[in-house]
């Protein structure tokens, strides 16, 4: 082996064993002095590129932008700018610097860049919305929306909506068409409960979403006091609130049967079965029960099977008493 290839191989394992460093404390969100002072032994220009082919100068930037060394950070984003520049993560860099810094055109004008070059990235879709929340162009945040509006993402659908949100009156009906799309793309059992929660701000206002959470607060406070007819009547002002919530339906159901009150609990139940439909079984469960108080079994066996099919274990205890062979 040569000597030139044996350089090259002790520089890049230098670089490996640095990066290794420096991308536990950006995980961690550590800045570490120690950590910086290897940074005088190490080639940024080969490689120029960091084992996942982020460029050098700009992961080195990230790390001076962890301990506020701002001008540090820009002065190597700036010299990585033509480091793999396609992936667009210095100017993803420069846009955090001047955000941190307070220049509203140049993190406009590199949060723009980058989201130009790729879109559909998360981090690219946050800083350019955070931008126009902080230029006062709540307009604009619907037509970049749009660009990645077939997105899955939920990160970039929580963060659209939480900035609609920062200026209440500016949301559009298109933005609560998507808050709509949104709810029915992420059922309850699967999305991040805060994705849910945004959407329904959108379409329902912030304040009107606030007491339905205080109702149903209050509601739960009622049914532990084992006050269940005053509970169910919490829960039902809570989905008038908040129809998006189908526990505040199933609960004013669930409440109206343990009181008694068997035929106000069936519209609250079937409501969550047949309108909103989270394929919980739990619904079932108590709609089966309710009609098995009624004295209608073949209900009853009907309700409790379809919980079955959702693997709702309490339902397993069940199907054999309501379920009767008539023959």
């Known amino acids: 082996m040569s000597s030139v290839s044996i350089y090259f191989h002790y520089i890049n394992n230098v670089s490996s064993e640095i990066q290794a460093d420096i991308y536990q404390d950006i995980f961690s969100g550590e800045y570490r002095e120690e950590s910086t002072r290897r940074f005088g032994v190490l080639n940024t220009d080969f490689p120029n590129l960091s084992l996942s082919s982020l460029p050098m100068k700009g992961v080195i930037g990230r790390y001076y932008y962890l301990g506020a060394q701002y001008d540090k950070a820009l002065e190597l984003a700036n010299q990585g700018m033509k480091d793999n520049p396609y992936i667009m993560y210095n100017e993803s860099l420069k846009t955090d610097i001047y955000f941190r810094l307070g220049v509203k055109d140049s993190m406009m004008y590199y949060a723009e860049r980058a989201f130009s070059g790729i879109p559909n990235n998360n981090k690219h879709f946050l800083d350019l919305a955070r931008a ?13 929306f ?4 077939d997105t899955k993402d939920p990160v970039i659908l929580k963060f659209y909506f939480s900035s609609l949100l920062t200026k209440e009156d500016s949301i559009s009906k298109y933005a609560k068409e998507k808050a709509r799309e949104a709810l029915k793309n992420f059922p ?49 002002e809570a989905s008038k609130l908040n129809p998006l919530e189908y526990t505040y339906f199933e609960n004013a159901g669930i409440t109206n049967f343990q009181f008694g009150y068997y035929e106000k609990a069936i519209p609250f139940l079937k409501h969550v079965i047949d309108s909103i439909n989270p394929r919980t079984g739990k619904s079932e469960l108590v709609l089966a029960q309710v009609y098995n108080e009624l004295g209608d079994l073949e209900k009853a066996c009907k309700y409790i099977s379809a919980s079955a099919r959702y693997n709702y274990q309490e339902s397993f205890k069940l199907i054999g008493v309501y379920c009767i062979d008539k023959d």
């Open 146 to 149: 749009k660009v990645v509006e």
């Open 188 to 236: 309850e059992s699967s999305a991040d409960p805060n994705l849910r929660l945004s959407a329904a701000y959108v379409l329902y206002g912030t304040e009107r979403i606030q007491k339905a959470i205080a109702a149903h607060q209050k509601a739960s406070d009622l049914y532990d006091e084992g006050k269940f007819r005053e509970s169910a009547l919490k829960y039902e």
């Open 132 to 144: 126009y929340v902080n230029f006062d162009k709540y307009k604009l945040l619907d037509s970049v």
